[in-house]
């Protein structure tokens, strides 16, 4: 199996920064797209920005110029750099990845994952 766990959420004020990071481990033979979502009560998850493997990115318009996707194939690791924060932008944020799992009678999957989420409040 594998486990996706976020980290880097927090309170901050309108106009700062928050940098998120999300951990893929377990049984990996490789990781495929990882994506950052956000939901807040009674709304639907919506796409944030993903990145492939290749380092291609998209980036939902909403966040446009303010948020960054990058990340680190050698630590199975993806960050979402969060600047210029708004009140708007307060969500429960996810990490999503696309994962080759080798399952125990080793054989190769394709599953998708979701992190438990991390809570990023943005004050006015």
């Known amino acids: 199996h594998v486990q996706l766990v976020e980290s880097g959420g927090g309170l901050v004020q309108a106009g700062g920064s928050l940098r998120l990071s999300c951990v893929a481990s377990?049984?990996?033979?490789?990781?495929?797209?990882m994506a950052w979502y956000r939901q807040t009560p009674g709304k639907q998850r919506e796409l944030v920005a993903n990145i492939t493997s290749g380092g291609n990115t998209n980036v939902a318009d909403s966040v446009k110029g303010r948020f960054a996707i990058s990340r680190d194939n050698a630590k199975n690791t993806a960050y979402l750099q969060m600047n210029t924060l708004k009140p708007e932008d307060t969500a429960v944020y996810y990490c999503?990845?696309?994962?080759?799992?080798?399952?125990?009678?080793?054989?190769?999957?394709?599953?998708?994952?979701w992190g438990q989420g991390t809570q990023v409040t943005v004050s006015s």
């Open positions: 377990g049984s990996i033979f490789a990781v495929n797209v």
């Open positions: 999503h990845a696309n994962i080759l799992e080798i399952s125990p009678s080793a054989r190769i999957n394709d599953i998708d994952y």
